[in-house]
């Protein structure tokens, strides 16, 4: 058999003791909670799951379906997907239940014993939810298994069951036992935390490390292309994952001495990208073949939270709450930092070149230097807002796109200012070096850091208190952004104007249509057509006396205009119509391009910078 097609468990079976034996439990006093999946009904996205509480203390055994899932911070309630339930004891006899709320089921009159059975709706393959279908069984634990109370210690057994004659197998960072669909968990917070792919996929594993230091990194790839597409992606993989380890110095120790990509690129899948301890669930509608630069950023994002926020981890995420929406301080590092550093290994990896890092970089300063929602909130506090904008639903419009810019990007930027800043005080310093630091105090120890933590920090690495003040001061805590102008200099990158002299009314979303030209977003707080009065909804009818009914119409109004001009709008708002002056401006839109894209001299000293800034430090 190719090695590619062998059960990856199997292997690590013959090396790695059973969970149970690792962990010392004493099965008799403390039975595992165990699980089963199967798939009878996988045509209509449906699972059956069964689960046995053993050992129980007399009284009420509270089984909750969570509302949250590791790596997400809104809820989610996953117990709308769960129907069909019902418990019996140990000789069969039925139990009686209650539900005393929509994500609970009490469970009374055991003798110490409970099978409890339900079945499982999931039509959504992302990092979030279940997705069930012909194709495969994709499967967050959050959202496929209830558990507990007062039995979150216990370990685990789960067991799946595929259908038959489909050949699928089982992708997971659980642990192994001699039975390949059987696996171990010391515990629900790890259970949680470990999805897990049912299916027939492509397996694609190498080594990292040498000697005692080895460990294996795999691939379980679901996805409709050809052989070649695979290994021009695991190529790619195999090349962030190298520059991540350069990048940090080194790979952290993955539980059983393996990390997997549960890659799953179908059509019928959703966009997402989840981190796991030694694992990610990566999902996409897109093929490799199409866009696989895509998906290679959403790798090399998911992988350094390998390091950053699963062993790098903020206090506030320590336990997860699964009953909970989970706040943190630290998202603008935890997922800013890493949004920067994902753009690093790309280039790094020689997958992007540095005109495409320096539009990136461009897009991301753009975003923050001009967004309104910076006169509202910093980094830190952006990233509490994470429960309301992770994901999350709700019914009544909100003026986030004015009052929120995403902790993903701000914290990105403060990133790039921070290692720039770092490299220009020559003295080898990096963020490179930098997150060493903080990997050597807080991730190889996994002692869970403050805000206050990342500063001291820097001060250590530096050498430098008044400069880490300094700069956590004005932004991280601040609402400052790094003076990239000066910073992108030693490196050959500019930033400017995108379209200088250009008149400007604001961003605007419109939908064109016979009768007009609907703004179909909220308009930017501070922007020409905002002041104006504008608002989404608004239908603008006529500008400058020219009928609003395409967008070629809009763009006509527009050609020819200067900065300081105004334009005349005639437009429905809410049953009146009414006539405003949009004064124009100058698009305040910035990028950041090469020296060489700008015709500007590359010097040796820029270089220099350049190599040691982005070129591959893992070969």
Not at 106 to 125: E, F, I, K, Q
Not at 172 to 182: E, I, K, M, N
Not at 206 to 218: D, I, L, N, Y
């Amino acid at each position: 058999m190719r090695r590619d097609l062998l059960f990856f468990v199997l292997v690590l079976s013959t090396t790695t003791p059973s969970l149970t034996a690792q962990q010392g439990v004493d099965l008799l006093a403390r039975p595992p909670i165990r699980y089963e999946i199967a798939f009878p009904n996988r045509a209509h996205h449906e699972a059956e799951v069964t689960v046995v509480f053993d050992g129980l203390m007399p009284g009420t055994l509270e089984v909750r379906m969570s509302r949250s899932s590791p790596g997400r911070y809104s809820l989610h309630e996953f117990a709308k997907s769960v129907y069909g339930v019902s418990a019996v004891d140990r000789d069969g006899e039925p139990l009686e239940i209650e539900r005393p709320d929509p994500h609970q089921w009490n469970v009374s009159g055991h003798s110490g014993y409970v099978r409890m059975s339900y079945t499982l709706y999931g039509d959504r393959a992302d990092g979030t939810y279940a997705g069930i279908d012909r194709t495969h069984a994709h499967l967050n634990m959050p959202a496929t298994f209830v558990w507990a109370r007062g039995l979150e210690d216990r370990p685990v057994r789960v067991t799946f069951i595929p259908p038959e004659g489909s050949g699928w197998r089982v992708a997971t960072q659980l642990a192994p036992t001699a039975d390949p669909f059987t696996f171990e968990a010391p515990g629900l917070q790890y259970f949680m935390d470990s999805p897990t792919v049912v299916a027939d996929f492509r397996l694609i594993e190498w080594e990292v490390g040498e000697g005692s230091e080895s460990q294996t990194v795999r691939i379980a790839l679901l996805h409709q292309g050809n052989r070649e597409d695979g290994a021009l992606y695991g190529d790619g993989v195999k090349a962030i994952v190298r520059e991540a380890g350069a990048f940090f110095g080194g790979f952290p120790r993955f539980d059983y001495g393996t990390y997997t990509f549960l890659a799953t690129y179908l059509p019928w899948a959703a966009g997402d990208g989840m981190e796991h301890r030694n694992s990610t669930m990566l999902t996409s509608t897109a093929s490799i073949e199409l866009d696989v630069l895509g998906l290679w950023g959403t790798v090399a994002h998911e992988f350094i939270h390998a390091w950053n926020v699963e062993r790098i981890r903020p206090d506030d995420l320590q336990p997860f709450d699964f009953e909970e929406a989970n706040m943190s301080r630290g998202l603008w590092f935890a997922e800013g930092f890493t949004s920067y550093i994902d753009d690093v290994l790309l280039i790094r990896s020689e997958l992007i070149d540095t005109e495409s890092f320096a539009r990136r970089l461009g897009g991301s300063i753009n975003s923050v230097v001009n967004g309104p929602g910076r006169q509202y909130f910093s980094p830190v506090e952006m990233s509490m807002q994470a429960p309301f904008t992770d994901r999350a639903s709700s019914a009544d419009p909100t003026n986030q796109s004015n009052t929120f810019i995403s902790y993903y990007t701000w914290g990105s930027v403060v990133g790039a200012g921070l290692d720039l800043a770092l490299r220009g005080r020559a003295n080898g310093l990096s963020l490179d070096g930098y997150m060493q630091a903080v990997w050597s105090r807080h991730g190889v120890t996994e002692a869970p850091y403050t805000v206050d933590d990342l500063e001291k920090a820097l001060a250590d690495y530096t050498k430098d208190s008044l400069f880490a003040a300094d700069f956590f001061g004005r932004f991280v805590r601040g609402r400052e952004v790094p003076d990239f102008e000066t910073l992108l200099t030693p490196g050959g990158m500019l930033m400017r104007r995108t379209n200088p002299g250009d008149a400007w009314p604001g961003p605007v979303g419109l939908a064109f249509d016979a009768r007009g030209a609907t703004i179909n977003a909220n308009t930017a707080k501070g922007s020409p057509i905002y002041e104006a009065g504008l608002d989404r909804g608004d239908r603008i009818l006529r500008v400058d006396g020219r009928r609003m009914t395409s967008r070629e119409a809009w763009t006509a109004a527009l050609a020819g205009k200067r900065p300081g001009d105004d334009l005349r709008v005639d437009y429905e708002s809410r049953g009146s119509t009414r006539t405003a002056t949009i004064r124009l401006r100058a698009d305040p839109g910035l990028e950041v391009v090469t020296f060489e894209a700008a015709g500007l001299v590359v010097t040796d000293a820029v270089r220099r910078f350049r190599r040691e800034w982005l070129s591959p430090k893992g070969r």
